[in-house]
């Protein structure tokens, strides 16, 4: 699950870096990441792990770290 979020982060899917490059710590605005793409992010989460993103996750915020949407897939996932 891990892997697969980090890859979608990068370039090889919403993102703009290599995957290489993505720390856990990194924000998602610090990796290219604009509300457009967070939209693409949360489809992505939703049919990728059949989870329901809540309403209060729907809004990209400069606080939003890849560490936050690993957490949150893994701890915070709710069947659609």
């Known amino acids: 699950?891990?892997?697969a979020?980090?890859?979608y982060l990068s370039d090889q899917g919403c993102g703009i870096f290599p995957i290489h490059s993505i720390t856990y710590d990194k924000t998602?605005?610090?990796l290219g990441i604009d509300s457009l793409r967070y939209m693409d992010l949360i489809v992505w989460l939703e049919e990728t792990f059949?989870?329901?993103v809540p309403d209060e996750m729907l809004d990209?915020?400069?606080?939003i770290t890849v560490k936050t949407?690993?957490?949150f897939v893994a701890?915070?996932?709710t069947e659609v």
Do not use: D, F, K, P
């Open 1 to 3: 699950m891990e892997n």
């Open 5 to 7: 979020i980090l890859e």
């Open 28 to 30: 998602l605005y610090e």
């Open 50 to 52: 059949q989870m329901t």
């Open 60 to 63: 990209i915020s400069a606080e």
């Open 69 to 71: 949407v690993i957490g």
């Open 75 to 77: 701890n915070g996932r």
